[in-house]
C-alpha cells in the first residue's frame, strides 16, 4: 500500500519492479487488482544478447499484464561494446578490468565469446558495430519502452544513439535469433 499512497498523492506517477520472479510480478498485480491498488507498469531486468533469459517466463508474464521492459546491462558488462578481445588483456579501467575475477569468468566464457563474435561479424558486415548491433536489437523488441544504457564519455551517448536508429529488419532478427538462442 505504501507505493499505492505515493501514486495517489502524486509523489509517484508509475509503479514498477527490479529483478521481479515471475511468480512475484504476478503476484503483485494479483494484489493491485484485488485490493483497488495501482499496479506495476514496467519491470527492470538484465536483458541483452547474451542473456536472453527473461524471455523464458519473465516476459510471457509482462506481455500478460501490459507491462513494459526496461533492461539494464544492455551491453553484457561490455562483451558487445567491442571494447573487449577474447584472450586478449582487459583493457585498464573497463567495468572488467575493474571486476573481479570470478564476475569476469562467469561472463567471458567461450560460449559468450561465440556469440559475441558471431554478433560482431554480423554487424560489421551490415556496416555498424556490435555495441550498436545490441542497442537496436533491444529496441526492436516490442516489450521494451526504453533502454537503461550507460554513457561516462560524449562519444558513448553518440554511439547509443546509432545503436538506437539503426532499423533491424524481420530477416535480421531471425538471424540474430541463430546466434544468440
Known amino acids: 500500500r505504501a507505493m499505492d499512497d505515493l501514486v495517489r498523492q502524486g509523489k509517484v506517477r508509475y509503479i514498477g519492479c527490479s529483478n521481479f520472479a515471475a511468480w512475484r510480478v504476478v503476484e503483485a ?5 484485488h485490493f483497488n491498488l495501482h499496479n506495476l507498469v514496467s519491470c527492470q531486468d538484465q536483458y541483452s544478447l547474451l542473456n536472453r533469459t527473461p524471455e523464458v517466463d519473465r516476459i510471457p508474464v509482462m506481455r500478460s499484464y501490459g507491462l513494459g521492459l526496461i533492461p539494464y546491462s544492455p551491453l553484457a558488462s561490455g562483451m558487445l561494446s567491442g571494447e573487449y578481445q577474447r584472450n586478449a588483456p582487459l583493457p585498464s579501467g573497463t567495468r572488467m ?12 566464457t567461450d560460449k559468450n565469446w561465440d556469440k559475441v563474435e558471431a554478433l560482431q561479424a554480423f554487424a560489421t558486415q551490415r556496416g555498424h558495430s556490435v555495441l550498436e548491433l545490441a542497442l537496436s536489437w533491444l529496441a526492436a523488441q516490442s516489450i ?6 550507460g554513457a561516462t ?12 536508429e539503426w532499423q533491424l529488419t524481420a530477416e535480421d532478427l531471425a538471424e540474430i535469433d541463430k546466434i544468440t538462442v
Open 97 to 108: 578490468a575493474l571486476a573481479g575475477k570470478e564476475y569476469v569468468q562467469r561472463r567471458m
Open 144 to 149: 521494451v519502452p526504453s533502454i537503461i544504457a
Open 29 to 33: 498485480q494479483w494484489t493491485a487488482r
Open 153 to 164: 564519455k560524449p562519444e558513448h551517448l553518440e554511439a547509443n544513439v546509432k545503436g538506437v
